[in-house]
């Protein structure tokens, strides 16, 4: 993947990919996680049905009665015990003990986007990756963005405190990783408040 520049951090340069280049990066993306990987917000199901079956997963969701759903789906995949309690912004496991970070639609929700992304860092091995796919605020201006701005307070109450105006990929490349590529891409249609879309990963020490 190409480094990260300041069109790339700036949903309103450059060119944004289709759905089928999205889905194919995806899958490019999940298949770089190996050893031990966090996926945070897991939600409900996870990613569990993308992953290497060799990769030890955890995941952790806040909510119990989604760690609920989220235990019996583990159990499926043969990871029962893997499931933790607890919020992004204070990780519940030691500095340096994972080989990789998950991230699905979750930044747009969590309370502090700077705090979870340093506990990212720290949980991170030397050379451990950060692999997220986001929605992020659209270029200030444009019909999108006002879309968002008029959103944002419904979306934060019945979306489990989803902001959709977030500049989540400025705040990634911001964070402090060695390295951050990532690609911007049009899913919903423009008449969503959701969206742009961002995939990409983030390495602590060495490149993606």
């Keep these: 993947m190409e480094a990260l520049t300041a069109v790339a951090a700036d949903p309103g340069r450059g060119a944004r990919g289709s759905g089928a280049a999205y889905a194919e990066l995806r899958g490019t993306l999940l298949g770089l996680l190996r050893g031990t990987v966090l996926e945070i917000g897991a939600g409900a199901t996870g990613q569990l049905a993308q992953l290497d079956p060799e990769v030890r997963w955890l995941g952790l969701e806040p909510s119990a009665r989604r760690r609920r759903r989220l235990a019996r789906r583990a159990a499926e995949f043969g990871r029962p015990g893997s499931v933790l309690a607890g919020r992004a912004e204070e990780l519940p496991l030691t500095g340096g003990s994972v080989d990789a970070v998950l991230a699905s639609v979750v930044l747009c929700s969590v309370r502090d986007q700077e705090r979870v992304l340093a506990e990212i ?42 902001d959709p105006r977030r500049p989540t990929a400025r705040r990634i490349a911001e964070a402090g990783f060695g390295s951050v590529d990532l690609r911007f891409f049009d899913l919903g249609g423009r008449f969503t408040p959701y969206g742009p879309y961002v995939a990409g990963c983030a390495a602590r020490q060495a490149e993606c």
């Design 121 to 162: 860092r720290r949980v991170l091995r030397p050379g451990g990756l950060f692999v997220f796919f986001e929605h992020v605020g659209a270029p200030e201006g444009s019909a999108p963005a006002r879309l968002q701005r008029a959103w944002a307070p419904w979306s934060r109450v019945c979306d489990g405190g989803c």
